[in-house]
Every structure is written in structure tokens, then in C-alpha cells.
């Protein structure tokens, strides 16, 4: 971590131009500048219907603070990833000057600085720094992670059973394994996408059945889930553009609406929506069953 005596300019060093994706240096940084952190949960406002943070708990012990910064320590990846929640808790990090950064934990798995990254970063002990928190009497991330950690035990078997429902492309059962569910990398992927292009003869049929799988999963499946989904993995390869051409090929039925909102608005960067899919976004909106996923449509097609 960075000397405590060492200048620190928080304008200059936090850039969020400076630090789209996330680094740990960038959470060093943070360690010489900060002389107190408030550990906070959403709670609804006096005056209106939004959310604000509500302390819980401040620590403002420089050991206390020093261990805290240590349970952040993160997994530098180039890839996107975005949680769908807004939150389990909130951390902010305060100087003399006032509030230097605002974190928020994502069920002991992530953390999310939308200030200064342009993704959130999986956390390397999620564990440790729930365990953490629980000991000052802030339970609520450790609950969060260990029924994550029961539904990962129990996932593989229930998804098997799950894809081998009438929205799996047949053409696939072959490749289901029964008591594991899937094992995808690059090459699985490829073969996969290969068998869907033989049997479909073209790409915009793929996409739409992809879309159908996914729509399936979205109505029964919880987001932590979808988000690793074997259709969603497989719509991946699939520049968006691509999958906005299929969307306007046909009329859509239902699931493939669900499936291609789900995927359009939590598998892929918002910054990889152009303009010109506005028009098919806000038929999606229209058409959407999901609650949720309609008004992270309506942020893509209207962000304020």
C-alpha cells in the first residue's frame, strides 16, 4: 500500500479515465488519503421514494481501517462484469476533506466503484471480508454468500435438468452431460456453435433459438445464474449487431423476447448498445414480461 506521507491527489489519481478497469493500485491509493470508513446499507429517503445510504457502523481505528483494505484486495481482469443488484452494503471512504470513494459489496463476490472503474472486480476472499464484517455485528453479506455457496453446490445437477427442457435445441441433448450439467471452454463453444450452424443453416435462426434457451432460463432461473448460462455463452461470439438483425428478422415469441432483453442488458456492456438499436430496445421494453430487466431497457434507451 502507498506510504501515508506520500502526496496524494485524489482528483488526479482517481480519474475514472484513469481507471476503467479496475486495479488494485488504483484501492491502494486509497490507504494514505482516507482517516475513517462508513460501512452503510440503502435506505429509503425521508423526502422522496429514493435510496440513500444509511451508516451502520464507522471505523475510524487505523487498524481496523488498514484491515479492512487488506479484504479488498481484487482480481485484475480485463473482462466486463456488472452485478445486477445496486448492493448488498455500502463503504465509504472518508478524508478530512470529506468522501474520497464510494464502494458497494455485491453479495461477498464483488465490489463496484461506478467513480473510477468501468466494471466491478471480483473480490479474491469474499469470505474473509464477510466473515469480517459479521464480527462487527453486519451479518447481512455472509447470509448473502453462504446461500450463494449452497445454490452453486446444488446448481450443476438442477441446471442439467433444467436445459434438457423443451427450449434446449435438440440438436444439443447429445452434448448434455446428466449429472454435471456443462463444461464450456473456448473449444466446447466453437463445437457447439458449429452443430447449431449445421442444424439451423444460418445465423440469424441460431440467435433466435439461443434467445428462446435464455428466455426459458430467465423465467425460472435466478440472475446469478443466467448470467452464466450455456445460451447466454453461446450468444457471446454474436457481435450485437448480429443479434439486432436477427431480433428484426421475424416476430418474436415471448421467451425470445425475454431471453434477448436478458441478454442485451445484462450479458453485454451498455456501451456496446449503439444508437441504432434504439428503436428495436424500446420494442423490447414494450413487449418485456421481467420487471427488472424492463427498466435496465429503459435506462439503455433513455440513461437519464
Known amino acids: 500500500m502507498q506510504d501515508e506521507d506520500e502526496e496524494f491527489d485524489p482528483d488526479e489519481e482517481l480519474d475514472p479515465n484513469n481507471f476503467v478497469r479496475p486495479t488494485q493500485q488504483s484501492l491502494d491509493l486509497l490507504a494514505g488519503r482516507i482517516d475513517r470508513v462508513e460501512i452503510c446499507q440503502w435506505a429509503d429517503s425521508t423526502t422522496d421514494n429514493s435510496l440513500r445510504p444509511e451508516v451502520l457502523l464507522a471505523i475510524e481505528d487505523r487498524l481496523e481501517i488498514d484491515e479492512l483494505l487488506s479484504l479488498l484486495e481484487i482480481v485484475e481482469s480485463d473482462s466486463f462484469q456488472h452485478c445486477l443488484c445496486i448492493g448488498s452494503l455500502i ?32 473480490l479474491k476472499n469474499g469470505r474473509g471480508l464477510a466473515e469480517w464484517l459479521a464480527d462487527r455485528g453486519i ?62 443453416q444460418s445465423e440469424q ?56 432483453a436478458t441478454y442485451l442488458t445484462c450479458l453485454r456492456p451498455a456501451g456496446d448498445v449503439a444508437p441504432s438499436t434504439i428503436g428495436v430496445l424500446r420494442r423490447l421494453a414494450a413487449a418485456v414480461q421481467d420487471p427488472d430487466t424492463r427498466l435496465r431497457i429503459q435506462g439503455l434507451v433513455d440513461p437519464t
Request: net charge negative.
Open 91 to 122: 463503504l465509504c471512504f472518508v478524508s478530512p476533506e470529506g468522501i474520497v470513494a464510494t464502494l458497494t459489496v455485491h453479495h461477498g463476490l464483488s465490489i463496484r466503484w461506478d467513480d473510477a472503474w468501468g466494471s466491478d472486480a471480483t
Open 205 to 260: 435462426p441460431v440467435i433466435l433459438v439461443l434467445c428462446d434457451w435464455l428466455g426459458e432460463l430467465a423465467a425460472r432461473w435466478p440472475p446469478m445464474a443466467r448470467l452464466d448460462s450455456v445460451p447466454g455463452r453461446l450468444l457471446m461470439p454474436f457481435a450485437v449487431a448480429q443479434i439486432i438483425a436477427a431480433l428484426e428478422w421475424e416476430p418474436l415469441t415471448d421467451r425470445q423476447i425475454e431471453g434477448a
Open 139 to 200: 451479518r447481512e453479506v455472509l447470509t448473502e454468500l453462504e446461500e450463494i455457496e449452497k445454490q452453486t453446490r446444488e446448481y450443476p445437477g438442477q441446471l442439467a435438468r433444467l436445459s434438457a427442457s423443451i427450449a434446449m435445441p435438440p440438436c444439443l441433448i447429445s452434448f448434455l452431460e446428466p449429472d454435471s450439467g456443462w463444461s464450456l471452454d473456448d473449444g466446447s463453444i466453437e463445437r457447439l456453435l458449429s452443430v447449431l450452424l449445421a442444424e439451423y
